[in-house]
T-cell receptor, first 114, second 115 residues
Framework: EDKVVQSPLSLVVHEGDTVTLNCSYE??????LLWYKQEKKAPTFLFML????IEKKSGRLSSILDKKELSSILNITATQTGDSAIYLC??????????????FGTGTRLTIIP | SQTIHQWPATLVQPVGSPLSLECTVE??????LYWYRQAAGRGLQLLFY??????ISSEVPQNLSASRPQDRQFILSSKKLLLSDSGFYLC??????????????FGPGTRLTVL
């Protein structure tokens, strides 16, 4: 059975700190890993990673995949209160219909203290 | 551009009552559609997915069901709600399934409280 594990489950830091969130996975036929940010409502897409060692960057957020270690990290530098959210990691797996479904980790709840 | 709608936004229902949550997608055709549930303190759990009209696959055995009466409409239902059905229900769509250039996009969600 496919598994996605995120750590830590919860993190509280002060504004301006840098944080690193972890995601490890066990899936058959791995092809990509996705990061989402969930605030009060629906998750919003952050990154899709398919190649090992290539960093994806968007502003203060960056993410990298390590296929050897079966893991990914999400970094947020110079955190702001608006970064407070649940960060979800997900890995697609192939369904019986041939399309793909997402297996999600439980998420990391990040709280930024002003 | 594509948009995804869900309603209602919030729902409070007594145990044993029926449920119908609706999701519609605009701006695309033949999308893959998904229903997820997020219980308090837990991750997203895939409930149902659909690759086309009338084609529904269930991920988790439960008292919920899903239907896709039209190409861009996905409905989540229950005949009798349980307390454990409380949670945040999210509908999502993707165009071709997940490839290296595609992903799932989520609706605004419905918060269901069963009392």
């Amino acid at each position: 059975e496919d598994k996605v594990v995120q750590s830590p489950l919860s993190l509280v830091v002060h504004e301006g700190d840098t944080v690193t969130l972890n995601c490890s996975y066990e899936v058959t036929n791995f092809r990509s890993l996705l990061w989402y940010k969930q605030e009060k409502k629906a998750p919003t897409f952050l990154f899709m990673l398919t190649s090992s060692g290539i960093e994806k960057k968007s502003g203060r957020l960056s993410s990298i995949l390590d296929k050897k270690e079966l893991s990914s990290i999400l970094n947020i530098t110079a955190t702001q209160t608006g970064d407070s959210a649940i960060y979800l990691c997900a890995v697609p797996r192939r369904s019986n219909f041939g399309n793909e479904k997402l297996t999600f980790g439980t998420g990391t709840r990040l709280t930024i203290i002003p | 551009s594509q948009t995804i709608h869900q309603w209602p936004a919030t729902l409070v229902q007594p145990v044993g009552s029926p449920l119908s949550l609706e999701c519609t997608v605009e701006g695309t055709s033949n999308p893959n559609l998904y229903w997820y549930r997020q219980a308090a303190g837990r991750g997203l759990q895939l409930l149902f997915y659909s690759v086309g009209i009338g084609q529904i696959s269930s991920e988790v055995p439960q008292n919920l069901s899903a239907s896709r009466p039209q190409d861009r409409q996905f409905i989540l239902s229950s005949k009798k709600l349980l307390l454990s059905d409380s949670g945040f229900y999210l509908c999502a769509w993707s165009q071709f399934g997940l490839t290296s250039t595609d992903t799932q996009y989520f609706g605004p969600g419905t918060r269901l409280t069963v009392l």
